[in-house]
């Protein structure tokens, strides 16, 4: 039996290639959410909480399982529309799309969002595959724009559109209070502990640096290597606690003192900017698209994939007084209200959409 479709609204049908809640999820959800004044939106995601959390907030979501399920799935809301904007973060529901409307021609602004990934030619490599078809590549950081041109894409064909958080989003978030006294004491990570994140390192610089041992390090996340760096600090550095997956995040950040990344290859690190809404002192490698996060007077910069230079900037956080750390939490809010704030993320999505508007 044919699906019978009928939008009120110009409608938004976002692919998401993953059914998680994580950065790329998130972000997708915050986007739609700027723009419902005039865009009606449809998901299309594996079955999973993204497509839960859609529901709750009363939008459409479609689950699939398949490209093929994708392709049937979202073809009856592309011929209902004749006009309406496709968001995809997967090249095969990019594709599909590009083959459906070669028969419904519809009027369609197509953005192929890439956030980046562990794997180069997964996240960056195949993406060429777009060249010449009109698609208008969303990049998330500068990083993974050149990440992107690197591997062949058209670099006149990519824009970068930073991460944001909602308004709502910053205004709920738990926040550490202002520092009355100097030095820092308890450091979060937040992070899978996969090779590419570098979760090593801290372990590294420990290592060599002993004088170190009266900081607290408590990582939050799961990876392949989550047990076997977890046995290795439980043997030599009691004062790092590796906790896990956690739903408490946000509670988290808000008890630390100061929010550490250590990936020298993060395509952006959107926990950086819940570190700055929690109103956290930020240390980022110099690399990557954390390091551009992150601005000189925002946060504290270390040489990528150099312990000694981590256990140098972390030494300076320890001894840094109330006012310069009350200063880098100040840098980083301005910068969480100008570059990374909702109006900026959506001034930039409706330019892109500006075709399909009156």
Known sequence: MAVEVVHRRIPLLYALHSGNLYGTERMAIATVETLLDDFEPVFFAPPGPAIEDIRRR??????????????FKFRPHLKASRRAAFFATGLVHSLACLTLNTVYRR?????????????ERLSYGRKKLLNGTGVTFVAVSDFVRERLVAHGTDARRIVVVENFLTDERVAEAPRRAAFEAGGVKNVVIVSRVDPIKRVDLLLDALDRHPDLAGLSFRILGTGSEFERLRERAAASHPNVTFVG????????????DALLHLCPAEPFGLVLLEGMA????LVVPDRGGAGGVVPPGA???FKADDPDDLAAQLRRLRGSGADELN???AEAGRV???RYSAAAGEAAYRNLLKGLLP
């Not at 997956?245 to 808000?254: G, I, P, W």
């Open 299 to 301: 946060g504290l910069h």
């Open 58 to 71: 009363g939008w459409r979501g479609e689950t699939f399982t398949s490209p093929k399920e994708f392709f």
């Open 107 to 119: 009027k369609l602004v197509h953005l192929h969002l890439v956030h980046g990934g562990t794997d």
């Open 336 to 338: 969480l209200a100008e």
């Open 245 to 256: 997956f956690t739903d408490r995040v946000s509670q988290e950040l808000a008890s630390a």
């Open 327 to 329: 200063g880098m939490i």
């Open 278 to 281: 929690a109103r956290l002192p």
